[in-house]
């Protein structure tokens, strides 16, 4: 179980971000010379904080020409090394334009829920992550615990789906 799924008190929700970034970098076991995949990394948000937290080199794979411009921005502004360390692959998770077996290390954080079809979309990931390295995804999923017939149920996840853009969201099982 992640220890930082919740802020602690008192805890800024920066401070918060930072640090579940910061369990995310030790969980996959990052270091300076890993090449790292950052699958639908929006402007790269996490990106950043995981870069300059373990000095991996990171790609952030996005589908849309303003974030990545935003997110290029974003690592000249914050310097340290980014704009070396960090950049950006426009494209489609579902058809990643690289080689199988370039990536040391692949995560996704509240991305691969958009996929049309998720068992191609985790296909993919693992097509260019290298052999015995590890994924890891956060995702919206509901669990064995919802009642599709409790109307409370029905309406917290009409509401993170209206608020995520998402047609449905997937089981636990499913994901």
């Keep these: 179980m992640c220890v930082c799924r919740h802020r602690y008190k008192g805890e800024s929700h920066e401070c918060s971000l930072k640090r579940h970034e910061h369990y995310l970098a030790l969980k996959l076991s990052l270091k300076p010379e890993h090449q790292v995949l950052d699958v639908g990394c929006g402007v790269g948000g996490p990106l950043r ?49 690289k080689e199988a077996n370039s990536y040391d290390a692949v995560y996704a954080i509240d991305a691969t829920c958009h996929a049309p079809d998720a068992v191609k979309c985790y296909q993919e990931i693992f097509r260019v992550l290298k052999p015995g390295c590890m994924f890891a995804g956060y995702e919206w999923c509901s669990t064995d615990l919802n009642d599709p017939s409790n109307p409370k149920h029905k309406a917290i996840l009409d509401e993170i789906e209206l608020g995520n853009g998402l047609p449905d969201i997937r089981s636990t099982e499913q994901v």
Excluded: H, W
Excluded at 53 to 77: C, H, M, P, V, W
Excluded at 80 to 93: N, P, V, Y
């Design 49 to 97: 904080e995981v870069a300059l937290f373990s000095g991996a080199q990171i790609t952030g794979l996005n589908n849309n020409d303003y974030q990545i411009k935003k997110g290029t921005e974003y690592n000249r502004a914050v310097g340290q090394g980014l704009t070396e360390r960090c950049g950006f692959l426009k494209a489609d998770f579902m058809d990643i334009p």
